[in-house]
């Protein structure tokens, strides 16, 4: 019934800034939590950053804080990934998804990549 578009993926220097938009629809979400995942060639898909759209409570991994932030925009039915200061480590395909509030919290979201909806992802390369 749903479906998430990514998009803003691209080549980018180290230090550069990136933004990323992912829009919703079949669904509004304003009972959702929404995510932002990542996988690299060879290594396992993980939660970068996730958010509630109903109450705005967060998630960030350890490697982002400080340089990703994730918002709304629930008029437009749209999240955000705002990348700054990229680094190499940052390459990989990202993927937004969305889980609703009756199955899971954004905790839960991020720290075990759960989800009703996926992306179908857009690549971010760093490098110069």
């Known amino acids: 019934q749903g479906q998430l578009v990514e998009s803003g993926g691209g080549l980018v220097q180290p230090g550069g800034s990136l933004r990323l938009s992912c829009a919703a629809s079949?669904?509004?979400?304003?009972?959702?939590?929404i995510g932002w995942f990542r996988q690299a060639p060879g290594k396992e898909r993980e939660g970068v950053s996730c958010?509630?759209?109903?109450?705005?409570?967060?998630y960030h991994a350890d490697s982002v804080k400080g340089r990703f932030t994730i918002s709304t925009d629930n008029a437009k039915n749209t999240v955000y990934l705002q990348m700054n200061s990229l680094k190499p480590e940052d390459t990989a395909v990202y993927y937004c998804?969305?889980?609703?509030?009756?199955?899971?919290?954004?905790?839960?979201?991020?720290?075990?990549?759960?989800?009703?909806?996926w992306g179908q992802g857009t690549q971010v390369t760093v490098s110069s």
């Open positions: 079949g669904f509004t979400l304003d009972n959702y939590s």
């Open positions: 958010i509630s759209s109903s109450d705005g409570r967060t």
């Open positions: 998804a969305a889980l609703s509030s009756i199955e899971g919290t954004v905790l839960a979201m991020c720290a075990m990549t759960l989800a009703e909806y």
